[in-house]
């Protein structure tokens, strides 16, 4: 009896003991390794006992106090557990996953107008050997090759193709064209989309060298339409020449041909009128500046040059220019439209 009151006063003191080691453990302050230290020496059994009886009297004292310390341990990577880990890296994983799916639809989005397979030359068919296209001043200039895998005529880079055809050669062969149409809808190289599914311009090269040709134009056009190709026509094979070698200086330079067909707008005010009064014959910019600085506005300027009154004070200008800028004023602004007197 003795003996049960001694263990049983020190199994009560044990799990005194333990709540206050708990109490400290939980603290932030408190490092984490003396518990799992003394968790790793050798336990004789009267401490396994305690340490029993005191895991279960933690778990039915403290539940929440345990759960808000599992949060608490989570968020500190030093002493991450082996299901918090797993946490951790399941959320550094997904953001992993996203921008991985966000190359990868960049890539399905950009990836054919940024990473366009091209040739350092124009690649020719073998069935245009002795075109006398090839001979013109700028397909001299150009570098071209002949190719015989290609299905176009003149192959520029994957989504620039063209097809050549002389209509002379298409009044003795009208099949011919659809023939070269069907051959080239199985792609651009080797067999692949349709010409509805890809985005690759497809160009018809129509050299006309015969008379009357008003009809085969619309004919071609028609079919040109329908089969979602790209017509151009050229006067001159030296012409038709002249298209292919800017199809390969201007490949990719979207934005080049955007503005040289556009043009360049100023944005200066002063720059436009500058760029306007010069356009006039015979008056240049220190004409303009005279005019700016007697005149005062840009109304002005074309009221008085309408009327002809007051410039032939300013220097510079002489009876020439004057009589330019009166028959640009005085001109009607829209050729084809009557103006009636109000």
């Not at 929440?64 to 310390?69: A, I, Y």
């Not at 639809?105 to 040739?119: F, K």
């Not at 009044?171 to 051959?183: G, H, S, T």
Request: hydrophobic share 35%.
């Amino acid at each position: 009896m003795s003996e049960g009151k001694e263990i049983d006063s020190s199994s009560f003191a044990s799990i005194l003991a333990g709540l206050q080691k708990m109490r400290d453990s939980y603290e932030p302050v408190v490092p984490q390794k003396r518990p799992i230290e003394r968790d790793l020496e050798p336990k004789t059994p009267s401490e396994s006992t305690s340490n029993v009886s005191k895991s279960n009297s933690q778990a039915r004292s403290i539940p929440t106090t345990v759960r808000s310390s599992s949060t608490s341990i989570s968020g500190n990577r030093s002493t991450l557990t082996s299901h918090s880990a797993s946490v951790v890296s399941n959320e550094i994983s997904r953001p992993r996953e996203q921008t991985s799916s966000s190359r990868s639809h960049d890539r399905s989005g950009h990836h054919r107008r940024q990473g366009v397979q091209t040739y350092t030359s124009v690649q020719v068919a073998n069935s245009q050997k002795g075109n006398p296209l090839l001979e013109s001043p700028l397909m001299k200039q150009t570098p071209w090759t002949y190719n015989g895998q290609i299905l176009s005529d003149y192959y520029i880079n994957a989504t620039l193709q063209v097809l050549f055809l002389s209509l002379k050669y298409h009044k003795l062969r009208p099949e011919y064209v659809w023939r070269r149409i069907e051959k080239l809808k199985g792609g651009s190289v080797t067999g692949g989309d349709s010409l509805v599914s890809d985005q690759a311009l497809r160009v018809l090269l129509v050299v006309v060298d015969i008379d009357s040709p008003q009809e085969a134009i619309r004919h071609l056009l028609g079919i040109c339409m329908k089969q979602d190709l790209s017509m151009v026509v050229a006067w001159s094979f030296e012409e038709a020449g002249n298209y292919l070698a800017y199809f390969k200086q201007n490949e990719l330079a979207t934005s080049k041909i955007a503005s040289s067909i556009q043009g360049v707008k100023k944005g200066d005010y002063n720059l436009n009128i500058v760029s306007t009064l010069t356009s006039v014959r015979a008056v240049n910019k220190t004409d303009v500046a005279h005019l700016l600085a007697n005149c005062k506005s840009f109304k002005n300027v074309v009221l008085q040059a309408a009327l002809g009154d007051g410039l032939g004070d300013i220097p510079g200008l002489g009876d020439r220019k004057i009589q330019n800028l009166k028959a640009v004023f005085s001109e009607p602004f829209v050729f084809n439209k009557d103006y009636q007197d109000t």
